[in-house]
């Protein structure tokens, strides 16, 4: 299958901060430049214009607070769906043992193989390869599982081929949750809209006053910046900082070693 990817993808997690700062500062710039302009040649009431500056940052902390739950909610997912992995492999393996031979040697060696696929994909990062390489492994079990089920139909068959259809359907859940669902592109372009405005208006509030800038304005930039990379890192299928645990496979791919 060909890898799901959003645009945000293709932006390392160090440009898109610098951009995020960037593109902040000078929006917090332009809009103290031209509140300082306005307050020279016609003063305006800072308390409404405060108000609206409240709301538009509410919107934007909002919708912030969205997306990250959002994101939260799905990495929580992509580590339960190992969990759930890890406990059908080892089910699948066990009843692959009580298999008839030569179907029973064939499917133990091709589980073990399927672990060590799928750990070494996610720790090397090849998560094309380890995708298409766990599907064929699947396509080889399910022969192996329906010559044992025409030679010897037994309920033993019969429980084997629950546990490993199961094993195939949680690797379509981890697809789809580390892959597939997403945060979709319409909210990243409304959150960085959002952000534009939200410094912008800060910093005309700021000029209004004819005051000078605030170095707290600059904490402002870089708090917002950080949460919204927090939320890249969280949506991506590798994370770099924020990674899913693997421990639950490793460990079961330990337990499998002869």
Same mark, same amino acid.
């Given at each position: 299958?060909?890898?799901?990817?959003?645009?945000?993808?293709?932006?390392?997690?160090?440009?898109?901060?610098?951009? &995020?700062?960037?593109? $902040?500062? @000078?929006?917090?710039?332009?809009?103290?430049?031209?509140?300082?302009?306005?307050?020279?040649?016609?003063?305006?009431?800072?308390? %409404?214009?405060?108000?609206?500056?409240?709301? @538009?940052?509410?919107?934007?902390?909002?919708?912030? +607070?969205?997306?990250? $739950?959002?994101?939260?909610?799905?990495?929580?997912?992509?580590?339960?769906?190992?969990?759930?992995?890890?406990?059908?492999?080892?089910?699948?393996?066990?009843?692959?043992?009580?298999?008839?031979?030569?179907?029973? &040697? +064939?499917?133990?060696?091709? @589980?073990?193989?399927?672990?060590?696929?799928?750990?070494?994909?996610?720790?090397?990062?090849?998560?094309?390869?380890?995708?298409?390489?766990?599907?064929?492994?699947?396509?080889?079990?399910?022969?192996?599982?329906?010559?044992?089920?025409?030679?010897?139909?037994?309920?033993?068959?019969?429980?084997?081929?629950?546990?490993?259809?199961?094993?195939?359907?949680?690797?379509?859940?981890?697809?789809?949750?580390?892959?597939?669902?997403?945060?979709?592109? &319409?909210?990243?372009?409304?959150?960085?809209?959002? %952000?534009?405005?939200?410094? &912008?208006?800060?910093?005309?509030? $700021?000029?209004?006053?004819?005051?000078?800038?605030?170095?707290?304005?600059?904490?402002?930039?870089?708090?917002?910046?950080?949460?919204?990379?927090?939320?890249?890192?969280?949506?991506?299928?590798?994370?770099?900082?924020?990674?899913?645990?693997?421990?639950?496979? @490793?460990?079961?791919? $330990?337990?499998?070693?002869?």
């Amino acid at each position: 299958m060909t890898l799901h990817t959003e645009p945000m993808d293709a932006v390392p997690l160090g440009l898109l901060l610098a951009l &995020a700062c960037g593109g $902040s500062a @000078i929006a917090l710039e332009l809009g103290y430049r031209y509140g300082l302009r306005r307050h020279r040649k016609q003063p305006e009431q800072e308390s %409404s214009v405060g108000t609206m500056v409240g709301a @538009i940052l509410a919107l934007f902390a909002f919708l912030l +607070a969205f997306t990250f $739950s959002s994101a939260g909610t799905r990495y929580e997912a992509r580590r339960q769906a190992v969990l759930d992995e890890s406990n059908a492999i080892g089910t699948t393996y066990l009843r692959a043992q009580m298999l008839h031979e030569p179907q029973r &040697a +064939a499917s133990l060696k091709l @589980i073990r193989e399927y672990v060590d696929v799928r750990v070494e994909g996610v720790r090397e990062r090849r998560i094309e390869q380890t995708i298409a390489r766990s599907e064929k492994l699947q396509a080889a079990l399910w022969i192996e599982a329906r010559k044992e089920a025409e030679a010897h139909p037994t309920p033993i068959a019969a429980h084997y081929n629950i546990a490993l259809n199961e094993m195939i359907d949680i690797h379509s859940t981890r697809v789809h949750v580390g892959i597939t669902n997403r945060v979709p592109t &319409a909210i990243w372009l409304g959150l960085f809209a959002l %952000s534009l405005l939200g410094m &912008a208006s800060v910093g005309y509030q $700021s000029g209004i006053t004819g005051t000078r800038r605030s170095p707290v304005m600059i904490v402002l930039v870089l708090a917002f910046a950080s949460v919204m990379c927090l939320i890249a890192d969280l949506d991506r299928p590798v994370s770099a900082f924020v990674t899913v645990s693997q421990d639950a496979m @490793i460990n079961l791919q $330990s337990s499998m070693k002869p």
